[in-house]
């Protein structure tokens, strides 16, 4: 009974039952885990991708655009026979004057019924007189006192009488011939930039050196100023050794310098002026002169005037160009043939240019001077060399072009 109690007083006992799983339940379980998981790697994909494209983006504010650049290439025109050099003398002292005068004379001149009869006799009179030997026959000078007036004695120091029409008299002054001169080109200069170049030296005996070079054109159409300083680049300065500088005006035949100066390291500075008033070139080294000619150039400004000779019209470089230099003491016709068209290295990268050569002159200069002007820049001179005679050569190629505003 006890036991029967005590089993009847008992805990009940607690049954969990547990459902089955079924392929469904689990198959939808794992599909949300596969989700989620695609979820997160596609969060983390995204992620990523704007990141990197932020990256990328900066980069690219950050560098400098790429610049396609085109190479002007242009056909040369045909080759023309050249005719002879012409040889152009240096001016003689009477030469050296201006040929045509500024200002015509004021003072009319007199007109035959004002002067005395005895005009004609009056230089023999003033022979006599100054010859000191009047008394050979029978008191001849004390006639001629005797029937002289007294306006006879200042005659002789008077000019001619004038017998031309008075319509003659007051006519201006005859149009003085013009200088000839070498052909005349048609010329558009170039803008005004300023120029950066490297040069590089071999001398005679075989040692090299480099240095740089800056040269400006600045022009306002109307005027101009170029100037040239080469020099060896120091630690914190550079010693310029050549220094040219030219300045003038623009007309019709392009550059017309007025006054070019050369400064050379451990020499004087010396100067050419172009007097266009007394159409002739002079020097400060010389006394020497020469005439003035159509187109004529310093040793400068040549280089300019070939680049806009060519800007102008590329077919008046089918025949040699001859231009009048005036440098140093004397003056000189450069001719520049086209050796052709050339692809040069320079910091800037690889340049399109039309190389002229000016060969030697014998008797007259004896170095070789090569241009090279590059038409899609402007026909800037790009790169120039000069060949001495004893063999050192010299070479200024650019290595930076900066344009600026015109006329500054």
Not at 312 to 324: E, R
Request: hydrophobic share 40%; net charge neutral.
């Amino acid at each position: 009974m006890l036991t029967r109690a005590a089993g009847a007083h008992a805990s009940p006992a607690v049954h969990v039952t547990l459902a089955p799983m079924t392929i469904a339940s689990f198959f939808s379980q794992r599909r949300r885990l596969l989700l989620l998981c695609a979820a997160t790697v596609a969060l983390h994909y995204l992620t990523i991708d704007w990141l990197g494209t932020r990256l990328g983006a900066s980069e690219r504010t950050q560098r400098a655009p790429a610049v396609v650049s085109a190479q002007l290439r242009l056909a040369l025109p045909p080759r023309m026979a050249a005719t002879p050099l012409p040889e152009i003398a240096p001016l003689e002292p009477a030469q050296a004057t201006p040929a045509r005068p500024r200002k015509p004379p004021a003072a009319p001149r007199p007109s035959t019924a004002e002067i005395p009869a005895e005009a004609p006799a009056a230089p023999e009179a003033s022979a006599s007189a100054g010859g000191g030997s009047g008394a050979g026959e029978g008191g001849a000078p004390a006639a001629a006192q005797a029937g002289a007036t007294p306006a006879a004695p200042v005659l002789p120091s008077a000019p001619p009488p004038d017998t031309a029409p008075a319509t003659a008299e007051t006519a201006p002054p005859a149009e003085a011939p013009a200088i000839p001169g070498v052909r005349r080109y048609k010329v558009n200069l170039p803008p005004s930039a300023d120029f950066a170049l490297d040069i590089k030296r071999v001398d005679a005996d075989g040692t090299s050196w480099s240095g740089v070079a800056g040269m400006s054109w600045h022009s306002d159409g109307s005027r101009y100023k170029l100037s040239v300083e080469a020099g060896i680049s120091m630690l914190v300065t550079r010693l310029n050794l050549l220094v040219l500088t030219s300045e003038g005006e623009i007309d019709d035949y392009g550059i017309a310098p007025a006054k070019a100066t050369e400064k050379r390291r451990g020499r004087s500075e010396t100067a050419t002026h172009f007097r266009r008033d007394e159409r002739r070139i002079t020097f400060s080294a010389t006394e020497r002169s020469y005439p003035l000619l159509t187109g004529s150039q310093d040793k400068a400004s040549v280089l300019f005037q070939l680049g806009g000779i060519g800007r102008a019209d590329i077919n008046q470089m089918g025949t040699p160009i001859d231009i009048f230099v005036g440098e140093d003491k004397e003056a000189n016709i450069f001719r520049f043939e086209l050796v052709g068209e050339e692809e040069i290295e320079t910091a800037m990268g690889r340049m399109v240019t039309w190389h002229l050569s000016r060969p030697p002159k014998p008797g007259t200069y004896s170095s070789r001077l090569d241009v090279w002007l590059a038409p899609g820049r402007n026909w800037y001179p790009v790169q120039i060399r000069n060949t001495e005679a004893n063999g050192a050569l010299t070479t200024q190629t650019v290595s930076k072009i900066t344009l600026t505003p015109a006329g500054q």
